[in-house]
Structures are given as structure tokens and as C-alpha cells.
């Protein structure tokens, strides 16, 4: 599958990238994340369908603040997770109701919050 856009409102959930563009490799090591191949390995998860992520951003700048992941199970279910930069919680908590809505009315599986 490819990778799927998603408005939250006032926050804009994207894939993660690593381009000339857009480099979302700094937000990144903000959350922890130093890992050079992260953001070519959550592509390939989307291509996959093992883990489906997204980049919550700031509409106006593309910066990343947050990091949503859903991970399909074998029952009908589905693991939601994320990770939030300091002082954006509400973009988190924003992003999680639309990556669940998501979840539930295009994948068809039932979220099972974590994050």
C-alpha cells in the first residue's frame, strides 16, 4: 500500500521523509531516534502493510512533533503507539483520533491503543 495522508484537523499526518524537500530525520533524533535507515524501513513497512506510520506536522512547515504507528495483528486488531517532541501533546492526541478512525474504518481493524 501506499503511503496515506490524513487531515487532523489543525495538524496534517504525512509519511516520513529524508529528501532534499522535507528531512524529518532531526524531529526524529528530538524522540530518540538516531537510526540513518528509520525512515527508508517505515516506507518499506507501508509498501508491506506490516506497520503503517505517519509524521504528525505542522500544516503551515511540514515540521515533524509527533510519530504515529499502527501495527496490524493477526485477530482483527491493530496496535496504535506514538511518540511525542516537548510541547506538542495535542498534536499527538489529535493525530491518535484520526489514525484511529482510520484504523478502524479503512483498515477495518479494531485499534488497541498503547501510545
Given at each position: 500500500?501506499?503511503?496515506?495522508?490524513?487531515?487532523?484537523?489543525?495538524?496534517?499526518?504525512?509519511?516520513?521523509?529524508?529528501?532534499?524537500?522535507?528531512?524529518?530525520?532531526?524531529?526524529?533524533?528530538d524522540?530518540?531516534?538516531?537510526?540513518?535507515?528509520?525512515?527508508a524501513?517505515?516506507?518499506?513497512?507501508?509498501?508491506?502493510?506490516?506497520h503503517?506510520?505517519?509524521?504528525?506536522c505542522?500544516?503551515?512547515?511540514?515540521?515533524?512533533?509527533?510519530?504515529?504507528?499502527?501495527?496490524?495483528?493477526?485477530?482483527?486488531?491493530?496496535?496504535?503507539?506514538?511518540?511525542?517532541?516537548d510541547?506538542?501533546?495535542t498534536?499527538?492526541?489529535?493525530?491518535?483520533?484520526?489514525?484511529h478512525?482510520?484504523?478502524?474504518?479503512?483498515?477495518?481493524?479494531?485499534?488497541?491503543?498503547?501510545?
Amino acid at each position: 500500500m501506499e503511503p496515506m495522508e490524513i487531515n487532523a484537523g489543525n495538524w496534517y499526518l504525512r509519511a516520513m521523509r529524508a529528501d532534499e524537500r522535507i528531512d524529518d530525520r532531526p524531529a526524529l533524533a528530538d524522540g530518540g531516534i538516531t537510526d540513518p535507515d528509520y525512515v527508508a524501513r517505515r516506507t518499506a513497512e507501508w509498501a508491506d502493510e506490516t506497520h503503517f506510520s505517519w509524521a504528525v506536522c505542522v500544516p503551515t512547515t511540514a515540521e515533524m512533533v509527533a510519530e504515529i504507528g499502527v501495527t496490524p495483528g493477526t485477530d482483527g486488531t491493530a496496535e496504535v503507539t506514538g511518540w511525542v517532541r516537548d510541547g506538542y501533546q495535542t498534536a499527538l492526541d489529535d493525530g491518535l483520533e484520526a489514525v484511529h478512525r482510520f484504523t478502524s474504518g479503512f483498515l477495518g481493524l479494531q485499534p488497541r491503543a498503547t501510545a
